[in-house]
């Protein structure tokens, strides 16, 4: 069977056998639309998996929004939603990847690099006369290999931004990057040094993601001479970050590392540097 490990489109989903589907949609403002509109209507097999109640674990006193789940819960999830090492995962939202990114990300952490992402999202999928239904689907069992490499902590990204091994990409909209309008977070700014892209610069017009080449010539000016593993990914909680990740991955630039706290987590030690402006 042909493995998908970074985005697939409709009609390759809709040919694969035996294909686990996520539907990850979500909206900050309103934390249950995403499952009500899950049961409302989905693509044939989806599991639904919630971004705040599945995908994070729950808020700490120094952690960001979003902290990562257990590992092993996870895995067992996975499980009962019926993915093992055996089969393709596919992923989407309608948010043009934004947070269905995570759980793409979050199943590549735990060694499943079996999980592609649908481009174009949910739209994408009824553009072209995709089903939709409100039926619900059966479990396996998931062990997970969890790659710590993946990630890093605030600790780490210190160490590493003294030691200039890392450079910092930023997935927030350029107003919050440069500290102009802080909708969510206490703190405004970014960390020092960061380079922002945001994620909406992945895709086309139609929500669909740039060419290989196209997101190449992206990220290359980032790095600058660093290679494609110094980049460490953030947004505001480490989950729209993870869109970064998986466009480096579709451009042929691996093994890019996600900042899970992000800035809501940057900003919990006081004495951590913020910066403001371009």
């Known amino acids: 069977m042909p493995h998908y490990p970074h985005l697939i489109d409709g009609r390759t989903l809709a040919s694969v056998?035996?294909?686990?589907?996520?539907?990850?949609?979500?909206?900050?403002?309103?934390?249950?639309?995403?499952?009500?509109?899950?049961?409302?209507?989905?693509?044939?097999?989806?599991?639904f998996a919630d971004l705040d109640r599945d995908?994070?674990?729950?808020?700490?006193?120094?952690?960001?929004?979003?902290?990562?789940?257990?590992?092993?819960?996870?895995?067992?999830?996975?499980?009962?939603?019926?993915?093992?090492r055996s089969v393709q995962v596919a992923v989407y939202d309608d948010a043009g990847g934004a947070y269905a990114g995570r759980l793409w990300w979050l199943l590549r952490w735990l060694g499943h690099p079996a999980v592609a992402l649908l481009d174009g999202g949910l739209q994408a999928w009824s553009a072209m006369g995709g089903e939709l239904t409100a039926d619900l689907p059966q479990p396996r069992r998931f062990e997970p290999q969890a790659n710590e490499a993946a990630w890093v902590t605030s600790a780490a990204l210190v160490a590493g931004l003294a030691e200039n091994r890392f450079?910092?990409?930023?997935?927030?909209?350029?107003?919050?990057?440069?500290?102009?309008?802080?909708?969510?977070?206490?703190?405004?700014?970014?960390?020092?040094?960061?380079?922002?892209?945001?994620?909406?610069?992945?895709?086309?017009?139609?929500?669909r993601f740039l060419s290989p080449d196209q997101l190449r010539a992206r990220f290359l000016p980032a790095l600058g001479e660093r290679?494609?593993?110094?980049?460490?990914?953030?947004?505001?909680?480490?989950?729209?970050?993870?869109?970064?990740?998986?466009?480096?991955?579709?451009?042929?630039?691996?093994?890019?590392?996600?900042?899970t706290g992000s800035w809501s987590e940057w900003i919990r030690d006081p004495h951590r540097p913020v910066a403001s402006g371009d």
């Not at 120094?62 to 092993?72: F, K, N, S, V, Y």
């Not at 290679?227 to 890019?256: D, K, Q």
Request: aromatic fraction near 6%.
């Open 55 to 84: 995908l994070s674990s729950p808020i700490g006193p120094t952690t960001g929004r979003h902290p990562l789940p257990d590992a092993a819960g996870l895995a067992r999830k996975l499980g009962n939603w019926g993915v093992d």
């Open 17 to 47: 056998p035996d294909i686990v589907v996520f539907d990850c949609r979500f909206n900050l403002a309103d934390p249950g639309w995403g499952e009500r509109a899950y049961r409302e209507g989905h693509l044939p097999g989806a599991r």
């Open 227 to 259: 290679p494609p593993h110094a980049a460490v990914h953030a947004c505001g909680s480490g989950v729209n970050a993870c869109h970064n990740v998986l466009a480096m991955e579709v451009a042929g630039l691996p093994g890019s590392k996600l900042y």
């Open 167 to 207: 450079q910092v990409i930023d997935a927030r909209a350029p107003v919050r990057f440069r500290g102009e309008s802080e909708t969510i977070d206490p703190v405004p700014g970014h960390i020092p040094g960061a380079v922002n892209l945001p994620l909406q610069g992945n895709l086309t017009a139609d929500g």
